[in-house]
T-cell receptor, first 114, second 113 residues
């Protein structure tokens, strides 16, 4: 079955430290890949996406992600965490033939402490 | 922000009662989706629509039905609510074509007692 795995349901970093949120998907065919962020009591906001082309994708708020086909991964990074980055982050995938249907990972809650 | 509204934003209802949630968009996007969000599961697709009167089931469609009589409105109905349907429900929209990102509404928190 097609699936999306986010390693670590909770990640805690210090302000100014590197943020690394992991996402792996189950498919040998390159899918469409997305990262969304959800702040408390709000809907989901698109951070970035990969469809085709350059495998390093830059998004909003200083985040970026790299598509690695050989590792079936799409990890999200930010060089320096800010307190305002505290939120829940979701990796989502549209698999080939998926008719634009997003499959979500379970989410990673990011905490940023001073 | 994409023009998506959901109503109601909060609802408490009793087991066995029917409930209808509404999603309204002002973007004229072709695709509309209903998801539910539960801890540890991320978001899971309930139903989606690819045009007026064109709908299909998603991953967790049992106990839910949908209707879309106008481009801008997508209704989700729980015919007889159960406690397992207590959740946060999100509507999303996207343009035609593969790979287009989805834009999400603010959500509806539903509690079934």
């Amino acid at each position: 079955a097609q699936s999306v795995t986010q390693l670590g349901s909770h990640v805690s970093v210090s302000e100014g430290a590197l943020v690394l949120l992991r996402c792996n998907y189950s498919s040998s065919v390159p899918p469409y890949l997305f990262w969304y962020v959800q702040y408390p009591n709000q809907g989901l906001q698109l951070l970035l996406k990969y469809t085709t082309g350059a495998t390093l994708v830059k998004g909003i708020n200083g985040f970026e992600a790299e598509f690695k086909k050989s590792e079936t991964s799409f990890h999200l990074t930010k060089p320096s965490a800010h307190m305002s980055d505290a939120a829940e982050y979701f990796c989502a995938v549209i698999f080939s033939g998926g008719y634009n249907k997003l499959i979500f990972g379970a989410g990673t809650r990011l905490a940023v402490h001073p | 922000d994409a023009g998506i509204t959901q109503s109601p934003r909060h609802k408490v209802t009793e087991t066995g009662t029917p409930v209808t949630l509404r999603c309204h968009q002002t973007e004229n996007h072709r695709y509309m989706y209903w998801y539910r969000q539960d801890p540890g599961h991320g978001l899971r697709l309930i139903h989606y629509s690819y045009g007026v009167k064109d709908t299909d089931k998603g991953e967790v469609s049992d106990g839910y039905s949908v209707s879309r009589s106008k481009t801008e409105d997508f209704l989700l109905t729980l015919e007889s609510a159960t406690s397992s349907q207590t959740s946060v429900y999100f509507c999303a929209i996207s343009e035609s074509g593969q790979g287009y990102e989805q834009y999400f509404g603010p959500g509806t928190r539903l509690t079934v007692t």
